[in-house]
């Protein structure tokens, strides 16, 4: 099973990202799949979550109405489209995937059963 997200980089407040995780080895169907991100000195907390077996989607407070999590069955790629960033959105992205959407989405610190590398988003003011 691999994860492997990209599409990081620098942007301007205000500016817009999409990152792209390709998961191989692993159904999206079956899966939980989120993405995270941990900013220097802080915890990885969660930013976004599909799950198909609840048919619904989940967002943190701190995202919602800026960033939108979709999928390409095809491709067996999430996406993270992200619009509107802030300087506070600066962290290293990851995108994990479980069976359960309680350990990867409520339970603090996510646990999941596979984590890909993570891409860097920075957002200069």
């Known amino acids: 099973v691999q994860l492997q997200a990209s599409g990081g980089g620098l942007v301007h407040t205000g500016g817009s990202l999409r990152l792209s995780c390709e998961v191989s080895g692993l159904s999206l169907d079956d899966n939980v799949i989120g993405w995270f991100r941990q900013a220097p000195g802080k915890g990885r907390e969660g930013v976004a979550c599909?799950?198909?077996?609840?048919?619904?989607?989940y967002y943190s407070d701190s995202v919602k109405g800026r960033f939108a999590i979709s999928r390409d069955s095809a491709k067996n790629t999430v996406y993270l489209q992200m619009n509107s960033l802030k300087p506070e959105d600066t962290a290293v992205y990851y995108c994990?995937?479980?069976?359960?959407?309680?350990?990867?989405?409520?339970?603090?610190?996510?646990?999941?059963?596979?984590w890909g590398p993570g891409t860097q988003v920075t957002v200069s003011s």
């Open positions: 994990g995937a479980d069976a359960s959407l309680l350990r990867l989405w409520v339970h603090q610190p996510p646990l999941a059963d596979y």
């Open positions: 599909f799950s198909s077996s609840h048919g619904s989607t």
